[in-house]
């Protein structure tokens, strides 16, 4: 028997015994939503709201209201744009919204001074979302499987980032301006049309770089201390004097829960994980060592 459709206004039923709890974390994932009932907007202590693989193709103004919120999972519906009440969210840290219709994101949504943790994978985004370059807080990006063909100069302002998923994208030359991003750990460039790189050892800082299913001959310049994953990697790592740095995930899981960075950037072992609906998203091990 499949799950009844709730009505428009009200909360499901099992909501408050949720709020009893006391964690001020409310699980609606799963259910057949259009639009999110009014009545959770009105629930001014919630703290963790997770909305994934419902159907819902809007959301209310009325959001902004819910400003305690940390956490906004919203991935895997049918959202084609983002109200402006959502970036009046002064806590929140970490927004998922991969898997939706979005083409662009809100001007306001610089105004997201707290975001650490942003998954907009599965997008329609042919372009970069300007409102991203304030945010200098962000720590993981997530963009995978959108449509980008270039990056903007701006992309070292910002300075917090650490993490940065762009593969399944459009890129056929190396962004310049990722050569300026001396601070970023992982960088994840898989089933692009890159024919080709640049020497990355400005990168300084730089401990993964995927680079799988572009049609290169071979691996980048890199220092001794970044794991590889692509064409020609393994023979380059063998090369090393050093031994070969433990593999860690490609792929982050969705963190949910624990704060430290490590979490944002790849996932913890302890985290919670959802992935689209049969997906099979997978918890990944974390990888040491990639704290500021």
């Given at each position: 028997m499949g799950i009844a459709e709730s009505t428009p206004d009200e909360l499901p039923s099992d909501a408050e015994e949720q709020l009893r709890s006391g964690d001020q974390q409310l699980e609606l994932s799963g259910r057949?939503?259009?639009?999110?009932?009014?009545?959770?907007?009105?629930?001014?202590?919630?703290q963790k709201l997770y909305v994934s693989g419902?159907?819902?193709?809007?959301?209310?103004?009325?959001?902004?209201?819910?400003?305690?919120?940390?956490?906004?999972?919203?991935?895997?519906?049918?959202l084609e744009r983002l109200p402006d009440g959502l970036c009046r969210l002064p806590h929140l840290t970490r927004l998922y919204l991969g898997g939706n219709r979005l083409l662009a994101l809100p001007a306001d949504f610089a105004q997201l001074q707290s975001l650490r943790c942003l998954w907009i994978e599965g997008n329609f985004l042919r372009r970069f979302p300007r409102p991203?370059?304030?945010?200098?807080?962000?720590?993981?990006?997530?963009?995978?499987?959108?449509?980008?063909?270039?990056?903007?100069?701006?992309?070292?302002?910002?300075?917090?980032?650490?993490?940065?998923?762009l593969y399944g994208n459009r890129?056929?030359?190396?962004?310049?301006?990722?050569?300026?991003?001396?601070?970023?750990?992982?960088?994840?460039?898989?089933?692009?049309?890159?024919?080709?790189?640049?020497?990355?050892?400005?990168?300084?800082?730089?401990?993964?770089?995927?680079?799988?299913?572009?049609?290169?001959?071979?691996?980048?310049?890199?220092?001794?201390?970044v794991f590889l994953v692509g064409e020609g990697a393994v023979e380059r790592m063998a090369e090393r004097d050093e031994p070969t740095p433990r593999p860690p995930p490609r792929r982050p899981a969705r963190a949910f829960e624990d704060e430290e960075e490590e979490d944002l950037l790849i996932g913890g072992a302890g985290s919670r994980t959802l992935g689209a609906p049969g997906d099979g998203l997978r918890a990944l091990e974390a990888a040491p060592g990639l704290g500021t």
């Open positions: 057949r939503l259009r639009r999110l009932p009014s009545a959770v907007c009105a629930l001014s202590r919630l419902t159907g819902l193709r809007e959301l209310p103004e009325e959001i902004e209201e819910l400003r305690e919120l940390r956490i906004l999972a919203l991935d895997f519906n049918k991203l370059l304030r945010l200098v807080a962000l720590q993981s990006l997530q963009m995978g499987d959108n449509r980008l063909r270039a990056l903007p100069a701006e992309l070292p302002r910002m300075t917090g980032l650490r993490g940065l998923w890129f056929e030359e190396f962004p310049p301006a990722l050569l300026r991003m001396g601070r970023l750990h992982i960088l994840d460039l898989d089933r692009n049309r890159l024919g080709g790189f640049p020497d990355l050892h400005p990168l300084r800082a730089l401990r993964v770089f995927s680079y799988d299913h572009n049609p290169v001959t071979g691996p980048p310049r890199v220092a001794d201390t």
